[in-house]
């Protein structure tokens, strides 16, 4: 009897290591989710003796290899000794970098086992996205400053890696709020972090111009400083009667493009017009219609009438500032804005009006692609081209114009109807200035909500096109505009977790998609943002309550949270909900007046914060 127990407990104990040895689905919680992953027994660990070895001894993996020895420097206080061989002589305790023809550009091949770990790639582009992946494969605390008693494993796996979209991007503007180069210099980490290689920068509006220029001096001088600004919407009529300013001088930004080109993010700056110039037109007046004596910037947000005249002296100034920022912008395209031009000025200019009558126009929408494509022509000719929001599709789309369709789809739909390329971010789904939890609880922000769940499930390819059509569909952007966001803390939490969903989206193939698996996976990650210090919005794990008092649901009330297994404790009589009370599994019917409280827990623990809802 007691051999057969021994035989039961000696197979328990045997299973029991095999499990703890091979890491599970839920183990391998990389966002974006990886094309492919096969699991395998064991894993590699890291020490103060593991090598980096580099087939390939250029500066680009070179600075690969030194940014992952820093890493260990900074969370684990040893440092991985960097060794360059073209043949395998390391073979243990090691991390290979070794070049393989014929992979796409940005793909990557993993191999983890016991003695080693090796990465295949075509290009540095790959090599990077691999050392990401490995990061995450690695505990949380990689991403936090020196800690004690962390076993630094990688658990053995074999991935092939690929990304579904060439343009994975990110935009921030900094001219409704303005933000430090140490901020941007981690809003580019974070991006990097999630596979993420475009950033968008927008650096000139109505209420700040924000890069150096150094033929027109004034534009900083002057335009960069509001004399104050509006407190909360920009109907208030509240203001806090304190300047406000800020500007990056072209050092910074030389400084900001090659820390982003070393996290191999390209960035696009975008120069305003024909609207969104009343910074601009503040300091050089004579590029505007010349309708008011006074141009000030400006102090509360929205659409101004005030926009550049197209007229000779404001195609030389466009031209000069180009050709200052294509100086220090390497980036194939130029942002150029195009959106939001009110045409009110263009309608009382002579000279504007004159200038429809000369080029046999129909209109101001016309005028403006006239000035678009005048715009676009001067960037050609620089080796350029042009990107603009889906405005510049008004009055005739530019030659060589790639559209930034925020309107909704629409805009990328014709676009790509007429051969065009086109960027996805319709305001909708991928704009993060917008609610992303209960207006009711939250800061003030933009009107419209988007949960984490839309952000995530949105398909980006329109089904109407046909496939000749769905090429150009060349990726997606969140976008975050900074009316309400005064401080990067703000910035960070309207941004993440929602960027995590975006770049899902961006890198991982729809097929591969899955809600309840991203959930799972963003618990962890969430581990990572907190040794990061990152302030991302943590309704993750509350309850939503949905009260339908009007059609063919009137009087049914549902609820859901984002997180896993989470099992939801609700009460409608004023009591706290514990885990004793009633359990939400479907959605039920209510007839009275009553405040409906509810509660997310996991293993029997409160996981989130209490909702409330009145039901009336």
């Given at each position: 009897?007691?051999?057969?127990?021994?035989?039961?407990?000696?197979?328990?104990?045997?299973?029991?290591?095999?499990?703890?040895?091979?890491?599970?689905?839920?183990?391998?919680?990389?966002?974006?989710?990886?094309?492919?992953?096969?699991?395998?027994?064991?894993?590699?660990?890291?020490?103060?003796?593991?090598?980096?070895?580099?087939?390939?001894?250029?500066?680009?993996?070179?600075?690969?290899?030194?940014?992952?020895?820093?890493?260990?420097?900074?969370?684990?206080?040893?440092?991985?000794?960097?060794?360059?061989?073209?043949?395998?002589?390391?073979?243990?305790?090691?991390?290979?970098?070794?070049?393989?023809?014929?992979?796409?550009?940005?793909?990557?091949?993993?191999?983890?086992?016991?003695?080693?770990?090796?990465?295949?790639?075509?290009?540095?582009?790959?090599?990077?996205?691999?050392?990401?992946?490995?990061?995450?494969?690695?505990?949380?605390?990689?991403?936090?400053?020196?800690?004690?008693?962390?076993?630094?494993?990688?658990?053995?796996?074999?991935?092939?890696?690929?990304?579904?979209?060439?343009?994975?991007?990110?935009?921030?503007?900094?001219?409704?709020?303005?933000?430090?180069?140490?901020?941007?210099?981690?809003?580019?980490?974070?991006?990097?972090?999630?596979?993420?290689?475009?950033?968008?920068?927008?650096?000139?509006?109505?209420?700040?111009?924000?890069?150096?220029?150094?033929?027109?001096?004034?534009?900083?001088?002057?335009?960069?400083?509001?004399?104050?600004?509006?407190?909360?919407?920009?109907?208030?009529?509240?203001?806090?009667?304190?300047?406000?300013?800020?500007?990056?001088?072209?050092?910074?930004?030389?400084?900001?493009?090659?820390?982003?080109?070393?996290?191999?993010?390209?960035?696009?700056?975008?120069?305003?017009?024909?609207?969104?110039?009343?910074?601009?037109?503040?300091?050089?007046?004579?590029?505007?219609?010349?309708?008011?004596?006074?141009?000030?910037?400006?102090?509360?947000?929205?659409?101004?009438?005030?926009?550049?005249?197209?007229?000779?002296e404001t195609f030389e100034f466009l031209e000069d500032v180009l050709t200052e920022v294509m100086e220090l912008f390497p980036s194939k395209y130029i942002h150029i804005g195009g959106d939001e031009c009110p045409k009110s000025s263009w309608k009382k200019c002579r000279h504007c009006q004159n200038l429809i009558k000369i080029l046999g126009l129909k209109d101001e929408f016309e005028l403006q692609s006239f000035f678009i494509q005048r715009i676009e022509k001067f960037i050609n000719e620089k080796g350029r081209q042009i990107i603009g929001w889906d405005e510049i599709l008004q009055g005739g789309l530019a030659p060589n114009a790639t559209?930034?369709?925020?309107?909704?789809?629409?805009?990328?739909?014709?676009?790509?109807?007429?051969?065009?390329?086109?960027?996805?971010?319709?305001?909708?789904?991928?704009?993060?200035?917008?609610?992303?939890?209960?207006?009711?609880?939250?800061?003030?922000?933009?009107?419209?909500?988007?949960?984490?769940?839309?952000?995530?499930?949105?398909?980006?390819?329109?089904?109407?096109?046909?496939?000749?059509?769905?090429?150009?569909?060349?990726?997606?952007?969140?976008?975050?505009?900074?009316?309400?966001?005064?401080?990067?803390?703000?910035?960070?939490?309207?941004?993440?977790?929602?960027?995590?969903?975006?770049?899902?989206?961006?890198?991982?193939?729809?097929?591969?998609?899955?809600?309840?698996?991203?959930?799972?996976?963003?618990?962890?990650?969430?581990?990572?943002?907190?040794?990061?210090?990152?302030?991302?919005?943590?309704?993750?794990?509350?309850?939503?309550?949905?009260?339908?008092?009007?059609?063919?649901?009137?009087?049914?009330?549902?609820?859901?949270?984002?997180?896993?297994?989470?099992?939801?404790?609700?009460?409608?009589?004023?009591?706290?909900?514990?885990?004793?009370?009633?359990?939400?599994?479907?959605?039920?019917?209510?007839?009275?007046?009553?405040?409906?409280?509810?509660?997310?827990?996991?293993?029997?623990?409160?996981?989130?914060?209490?909702?409330?809802?009145?039901?009336?």
């Amino acid at each position: 009897m007691m051999s057969i127990i021994k035989i039961i407990l000696g197979f328990i104990c045997c299973l029991s290591f095999a499990m703890g040895v091979k890491a599970s689905e839920r183990e391998i919680s990389v966002i974006p989710k990886p094309h492919s992953v096969v699991i395998q027994s064991g894993e590699f660990q890291f020490n103060a003796n593991t090598l980096i070895v580099l087939h390939d001894h250029s500066e680009a993996y070179q600075k690969i290899a030194t940014a992952l020895s820093d890493r260990f420097i900074k969370s684990a206080g040893f440092s991985l000794k960097i060794k360059s061989s073209p043949d395998t002589v390391y073979t243990r305790n090691a991390i290979i970098f070794k070049n393989k023809a014929g992979m796409v550009d940005e793909a990557y091949q993993l191999e983890v086992n016991t003695d080693c770990i090796t990465v295949f790639s075509s290009s540095p582009k790959g090599a990077f996205y691999a050392l990401q992946t490995i990061y995450q494969l690695l505990p949380p605390q990689i991403f936090g400053q020196k800690q004690k008693n962390v076993k630094w494993s990688v658990p053995c796996v074999k991935i092939d890696d690929k990304p579904q979209f060439s343009y994975r991007g990110m935009h921030l503007d900094v001219c409704l709020h303005f933000f430090t180069v140490d901020e941007i210099k981690r809003y580019l980490d974070l991006m990097a972090m999630h596979k993420l290689n475009v950033f968008h920068w927008h650096l000139t509006e109505d209420q700040g111009w924000r890069i150096e220029i150094k033929k027109y001096p004034r534009l900083t001088e002057f335009g960069s400083i509001r004399k104050e600004t509006v407190i909360g919407t920009h109907k208030s009529g509240f203001y806090d009667g304190t300047p406000y300013g800020g500007f990056y001088t072209q050092e910074e930004i030389k400084e900001i493009v090659n820390y982003a080109a070393d996290r191999f993010i390209t960035i696009i700056p975008e120069i305003e017009m024909p609207g969104h110039a009343l910074a601009a037109i503040a300091c050089y007046p004579h590029l505007s219609c010349g309708l008011e004596e006074k141009y000030e910037v400006a102090t509360r947000w929205g659409i101004f009438p005030q926009v550049f005249c197209p007229k000779a002296e404001t195609f030389e100034f466009l031209e000069d500032v180009l050709t200052e920022v294509m100086e220090l912008f390497p980036s194939k395209y130029i942002h150029i804005g195009g959106d939001e031009c009110p045409k009110s000025s263009w309608k009382k200019c002579r000279h504007c009006q004159n200038l429809i009558k000369i080029l046999g126009l129909k209109d101001e929408f016309e005028l403006q692609s006239f000035f678009i494509q005048r715009i676009e022509k001067f960037i050609n000719e620089k080796g350029r081209q042009i990107i603009g929001w889906d405005e510049i599709l008004q009055g005739g789309l530019a030659p060589n114009a790639t559209v930034m369709s925020w309107l909704g789809e629409e805009g990328g739909i014709k676009a790509a109807q007429q051969h065009h390329d086109v960027i996805m971010c319709p305001h909708t789904k991928y704009y993060l200035d917008y609610y992303q939890a209960d207006p009711n609880k939250e800061l003030l922000a933009m009107g419209h909500l988007v949960t984490l769940q839309e952000v995530y499930d949105y398909s980006p390819v329109p089904e109407v096109l046909s496939d000749e059509e769905k090429v150009y569909i060349k990726g997606i952007q969140g976008c975050v505009w900074t009316e309400y966001m005064p401080n990067f803390k703000r910035v960070e939490y309207m941004a993440y977790p929602r960027a995590c969903a975006i770049s899902e989206t961006a890198w991982t193939q729809e097929k591969n998609k899955n809600w309840k698996d991203f959930t799972s996976r963003l618990e962890k990650h969430f581990e990572r943002l907190d040794q990061m210090g990152v302030n991302y919005c943590k309704t993750f794990n509350d309850v939503q309550i949905f009260t339908h008092k009007d059609g063919p649901y009137s009087n049914i009330v549902t609820m859901k949270v984002d997180a896993p297994d989470a099992i939801i404790h609700y009460t409608i009589d004023g009591t706290t909900p514990g885990i004793h009370s009633p359990v939400y599994s479907r959605p039920f019917v209510i007839n009275k007046s009553v405040l409906i409280r509810a509660t997310a827990f996991k293993k029997n623990k409160q996981i989130g914060k209490e909702t409330q809802s009145k039901f009336n």
